[in-house]
């Protein structure tokens, strides 16, 4: 109805349902409506054909022609997967692309072949460098997933800002006020309106060492791949009248180029069990590794349903009225 290939539809609707799977609502379901507003607008390509050069036998340069962040990216992943399996290590960077969801949703999927992606992403500038007052980088996250023997892979998908920008939209949209510590308005004094706190900037995670961070991921998703960079980044919500260009890096090996991996899955599996069975602090019930409460949750997740707050909830019946869609979520009894 909104002119996206049905195959296309199926990868973005899978990308988005998972991240509500795993608790990741500011990356799912929530952002249909913004993708569906560009795609009218002309400014995002839903049917966008994807150009990749192949520089060398393991090293991919492509060009999204700013089509849907995660239908592009999940494409030159597939490309990927092969040419690791093949030299041990491959990887790619994206241009003309655009918000691509959760990063750690595409290393997962590699951790399901006993492979080990790094990915990175740029975004629009909501995050100030350290000492700055005004926005440059975006929340520019990183991710990696492990394989591992207990049933989930190891998965750190984290942004390089105090907290996601997501969840200062989310706070946003719903009234609610945000901590102090998150970020700084549009003069550079710190807020806990979250409104005015997308008017100003997030905070780096912990100081200069998240703005260096930051600093790598951007040139390695921007710099590298031809992208937009910094400022020059589209804005997903005010910009409704340019493109994003927003730039993504892929770097994958391949386990068993580097060990057998059931030896590598009893390494891992050692060390986390070394890591949960460690001292805890006072208070402390359990220790987890990264990707382990995204793994229960999930589990609760496909047991009870999903939860989808009220005013997503709401947004997604507009759209579907507006485009002549059955509306079929029913609320949880």
């Not at 069975?277 to 949750?297: C, D, K, Q, T």
Request: aromatic share 6%; with cysteine.
């Amino acid at each position: 109805s909104a002119g996206v290939p049905p195959g296309n539809a199926r990868v973005l609707a899978d990308a988005l349902v998972e991240a509500d799977l795993l608790g990741t609502s500011t990356h799912g379901v929530s952002r249909l409506n913004i993708y569906l507003r560009r795609i009218q607008k002309g400014l995002i390509d839903p049917a966008a054909e994807l150009r990749v050069e192949q520089r060398r036998p393991a090293v991919l340069v492509a060009d999204a022609g700013s089509g849907l962040g995660q239908v592009q990216a999940m494409a030159v992943l597939g490309r990927l997967f092969p040419l690791a399996a093949e030299f041990g290590v491959a990887s790619a960077t994206i241009s003309n692309s655009q918000h691509f969801g959760a990063a750690g949703y595409y290393c997962n999927l590699a951790a399901e072949r006993d492979m080990i992606l790094l990915a990175t992403t740029n975004a629009e500038p909501a995050m100030a460098p350290y000492g700055g007052r005004e926005a440059f980088f975006g929340t520019n996250p990183v991710a990696v997933c492990f394989p591992t023997g207990k049933g989930y892979a190891v998965r750190v998908d984290l942004a390089t800002s105090i907290v996601a920008r997501g969840n200062i939209i989310a706070a946003a949209k719903q009234g609610d006020t945000i901590p102090l510590g998150w970020a700084i308005d549009a003069e550079g004094e710190p807020t806990t309106d979250a409104v005015a706190a997308l008017a100003g900037a997030v905070l780096t995670m912990a100081g200069h060492k998240g703005s260096a961070l930051a600093l790598m991921v951007e040139t390695l998703s921007g710099v590298l791949s031809g992208a937009a960079v910094g400022p020059e980044v589209g804005s997903m919500y005010k910009h409704m009248d340019r493109k994003q260009d927003v730039g993504h890096f892929f770097c994958l090996l391949d386990v068993a180029a580097y060990m057998d991996v059931s030896r590598f899955k009893e390494r891992i599996d050692a060390m986390i069990d070394q890591i949960k069975g460690s001292r805890r602090r006072p208070g402390v019930n359990e220790i987890v590794v990264p990707g382990e409460l995204e793994h229960r949750r999930a589990a609760e997740n496909r047991s009870m349903g999903i939860r989808v707050d009220d005013a997503t909830m709401n947004e997604l019946r507009a759209l579907c009225e507006e485009l002549e869609v059955s509306f079929t979520l029913a609320p949880s009894s």
